[in-house]
């Protein structure tokens, strides 16, 4: 049986080498980092988390908790790995990033299926490939990506959040909760009062930005992930209604729900760092010092890491993709992750596995898998590939997506059972699949 080449360590590329991997079909993975950096990442691990450490909800009524149940049931690697190194965070998975990327290092470095090459690779391959470069891919294999294509490369902006030193927080004015008291009081919370918020809003609004090129200018946001400072000047009120939302948030010295709040999340297994939620942002450093030393309890913060901003990239997938990721041009290649036009970790390590599952099946001659549209993957897929989007962008897992369900006019306003009936509907048809996933 033939090798696969895969392009890029990051998580669909290494849920998709650890897919074949166990089918027993060689892998060339290979990863520029660190030789090469990508301007985000900050180490060489494979799998290396760069923004948020949280895959989101672990709910399945929640649709990427969904998703993370179907990876589950079609056999995913990563996602198993996340749950072993994950960090408290109420009902989101959050991960310590670097024991997460460092379990999967080992697993791919261990395994006799998986050659694990440190190289820069400027051209598409010929043969099997699977491309995972991701949103950062490197210029001249983005040049090639394009002229495979025949189409320009799209871009939108993505925005880091800063991390702070825990012993450096102040909190005889922070204090340890979850909303409304769901699960362990995990999250650091910083609260404020009208007039404390008001002078930190007048701080963000007034903030230096740092300069995009001119080049990148008439890029796009990516809405979910959208800078603190492009939050802010949608309105004084759209933080406290968005990542600075206070309700459900009581502080049982005092009793007290706050006029606004900024929530930190544990970052490392050590309990040590703490990324602010919701908090991206492209201030120049400077500024970010003085906003993050404005929000109480962060008087005296050490920040570990400050925020930064970067150019993704993603292909124009309806042109260029059938449902199973592979190329309408070209048999026997795949991309995969959010250079797919996929956002988000938990949908980048979802349709590694798929690209990877449907990989193992081209190689041995069996129909590729194109999942349902009841589930979450198989409704991302099949939207992503659909040709009728002639202005795609990138997209989250989300109920949309997927073909609704009628609940008697009573029950229609229930929110919560309807997703419990789609959740369902998708586990169902998996475990009903006639089709062997495991080839």
């Known amino acids: 049986m033939q090798e696969v080449k895969i392009i890029g360590a990051g998580l669909a590329g290494s849920e998709a080498a650890l897919q074949l991997a166990k089918r027993d079909i060689k892998v060339k993975l290979y990863e520029m980092r660190p030789q090469k950096s990508t301007g985000a990442h900050v180490g060489g691990d494979c799998a290396e988390f760069v923004c948020s450490n949280s895959l989101g909800s672990h709910d399945i009524t929640n649709a990427s908790g969904l998703l993370k149940r179907e990876m589950q049931i079609l056999g995913g690697e990563l996602i198993n790995i996340a749950i072993e190194n994950s960090v408290p965070a109420g009902n989101a998975l959050a991960i310590a990033r670097e024991d997460f990327s460092k379990a999967v290092t080992k697993k791919i470095e261990e395994n006799p299926n998986i050659e694990l090459i440190r190289e820069e690779i400027t051209e598409i391959p010929d043969g099997y490939v699977i491309i995972a470069s991701g949103p950062l891919t490197s210029d001249k294999l983005a040049q090639s990506i394009k002229e495979f294509t025949k189409s320009e490369h799209l871009h939108f902006f993505d925005a880091i959040a800063p991390i702070v030193e825990v012993d450096s927080i102040n909190f005889n004015k922070a204090f340890w909760g979850s909303r409304y008291d769901k699960g362990e009081a995990s999250y650091i919370n910083c609260p404020m009062n009208r007039e404390e918020y008001e002078r930190f809003y007048n701080i963000l609004i007034n903030a230096p930005r740092i300069e995009q090129h001119e080049v990148d200018k008439s890029s796009k946001f990516f809405e979910s992930c959208l800078p603190v400072e492009v939050l802010a000047s949608r309105g004084v009120d759209t933080l406290r209604f ?97 250079l797919t036009g996929t956002e988000g970790y938990t949908e980048s390590i979802a349709t590694g596995m798929l690209a990877g599952m449907n990989m193992a099946k081209k190689l041995q001659g069996k129909p590729l898998l194109e999942l349902p549209d009841v589930t979450i993957l198989g409704a991302l897929t099949r939207y992503i590939s659909n040709p009728a989007h002639t202005d795609f962008q990138p997209i989250n897992s989300n109920w949309a997506l997927v073909p609704p369900v009628e609940l008697p006019k009573k029950e229609r306003k229930n929110k919560k059972l309807k997703n419990e009936i789609l959740a369902k509907r998708s586990v169902e048809a998996l475990e009903n699949m006639e089709v062997p996933v495991l080839c």
């Open 242 to 338: 968005g990542p600075m939302k206070p309700v459900g948030l009581i502080d049982k010295r005092t009793g007290i729900e706050n006029y606004a709040v900024v929530q930190l999340r544990q970052d490392n297994s050590a309990k040590t760092l703490f990324n602010l939620v919701g908090f991206q942002t492209n201030l120049k450093w400077g500024a970010q010092k003085e906003l993050l030393h404005s929000i109480p309890g962060l008087e005296n913060a050490n920040i570990i890491r400050y925020g930064v901003m970067h150019r993704n990239t993603f292909i124009n997938s309806p042109k260029v993709l059938t449902p199973a990721l592979e190329a309408r041009e070209r048999e026997g290649l795949f991309f995969a992750g959010q």
